[in-house]
């Protein structure tokens, strides 16, 4: 009994030190791209320091200047948000109705949904391009889009129906006694209540299509290139430019860390809730 205590008190005493080193662990490689985005070539290449002995900001201003860098920026703002749009339109009605209903070969067509999520992007890449390429979709951002709704919506439909089962039948049926039709039931009623799983969802459908680089490298060429695709073509002739694509690095994970400061409150909540 005395042992079992004195390990307890070993383990909660070193737990706080445990998670400081962890927090080092996870922050050391952002700390050492925000150093190198902040450092030349010449530094970078030339010598090891903590800290940047000559301090610059051209790599950034090379980021916002150059339409190459930003407009990469735009593009893939662009398709993230539309498939993240898209795919939480498709996904609530039929989350809804895998929650509501039992039909002919529902379990399976739930399986053969996940099916789709678990399949790698380079299984679709080739079909996607030539398909793309024939009906002339190819290099534009609803076609980056719709690909990525493929991986997104089974991941929103199984996150939704797990909150939609959690919704008891009898608020659906009380709400068409009162006279609601289904749509306004359903916008005013019942999506309020699943408000947390329709956050989570939109997060990780946002996350995912952010930082895919293989189809949307395959899909795009110049109009629609994405940041990321832009990131793997900073080779020249000079070598790779070290402290712009550190400096790219930086801003890609903004609008990350802005999407996780406005939904922390539902993936908070959602977590606990849902399937995730």
Known sequence: MNNTKTRTG?????????????IIFLMLPIYWLLNMSLKTNEEILGSFSLFPVNL???????????????WGYFNS?????MNTVI??????????????????????LFFWLLTNRMAPPAVFALPFFQL??????FDTHIAVALAHTLFNVPLTV??????????PKE??????????????FFTKIFTPLISSGIGVAAFFCFMFSWVELLLSRTLTAVDAKSIAVTMTKTVSASG??????????????VPGAIVIYFVRHHIAKGLSLGRV
């Open 171 to 184: 608020i659906d049926e009380t709400a068409y006694v009162d006279g609601f039709s289904f749509f306004k």
């Open 132 to 137: 793309y390429s024939s009906v002339g979709l």
């Open 158 to 167: 199984w996150i939704l129906e797990g909150f939609m089962k959690g919704v």
């Open 56 to 70: 610059t900001f051209d790599n950034y201003v090379t980021i916002f200047t150059d339409p190459t860098w930003y």
């Open 240 to 253: 790779v430019d070290w402290g712009v694509l550190a400096a790219a690095g930086m801003l890609t994970i």
């Open 87 to 108: 795919s939480l339109l498709v996904a609530l009605p039929a989350a809804y109705a895998f929650s509501r209903y039992s039909f002919l070969g529902d379990k399976h």
């Open 10 to 22: 070993f383990f909660s005493s070193k737990s706080p030190a445990i998670m400081l080193i962890y």
């Open 77 to 81: 703002m662009i398709y993230v948000v």
